[in-house]
């Protein structure tokens, strides 16, 4: 399995039996002339995790990928017409077996703030994009975490203790585009995290194989 990351939340993913882009969002780049996509998905309706004009381009692109979202996000994505999924669901998507996973809900970030819905996307049993929420995977073994590691929502101690209790072989930092120093979460997290887990910051634009 290959995997590209286009900063924040945007990750590329190649099964190498379907390829799949999740959260191509506004703080993101790179992204827009990707072709050969069986699907594009989103976990929640937030502009950092999708770009409605970003979209209509990859779609153009990719005539017949799929489009998969929560209800939420679908309601708002104006003449883009997607398949809605739920926490529970699984798809085929190309060659892969995609399982939506978590509680539904975006992770809290302040009791005054309205929660919108979250899906977490667990590919093929072995890589997990969670969206803004850290919920286990529901497998024992996961190869592959992309982790968010910057956010309202989150405090390092939270991203470790999500970390160590998945517990993955490899772990990817993602939705770093709200801090100024990536690297400084990011160092807390790789000291802090299993011993056996694998910390891998791949290049912008880069494939890389988990």
Known sequence: MQLTHYGHACVLVDTGAARLLFDPGAFSSGFTGLQGLDAILVTHQHVDHVDADALRTLLRANPDAALVTDGQTAGQLDGIDARTAAPGDVLALGGAEVTVV?????????????????????????????????????????????????????????????????????????????????????????????????????????????
Do not use: C, M
């Open 102 to 210: 978590g509680s539904g809900d975006h992770a809290q970030i302040h009791p005054d703030i309205p929660l919108v819905a979250n899906n977490g996307y667990l590919v093929d049993g072995a890589l997990l994009h969670p969206g803004d929420a850290y919920v286990p995977p529901g497998v024992d073994e996961l190869a592959t975490l992309l982790l968010p590691t910057g956010a309202p929502w989150l405090k390092v101690s939270e991203a470790v203790d999500y970390l160590r209790s998945v517990a993955p072989r490899t772990v990817v930092p993602i939705h770093e585009g709200t801090l100024a120093d990536p690297a400084l979460h990011h160092r807390f997290v790789d000291q802090l995290k299993p011993d056996a887990t694998t910390f891998l910051v791949p290049d912008r634009e880069t494939a890389v194989d988990v």
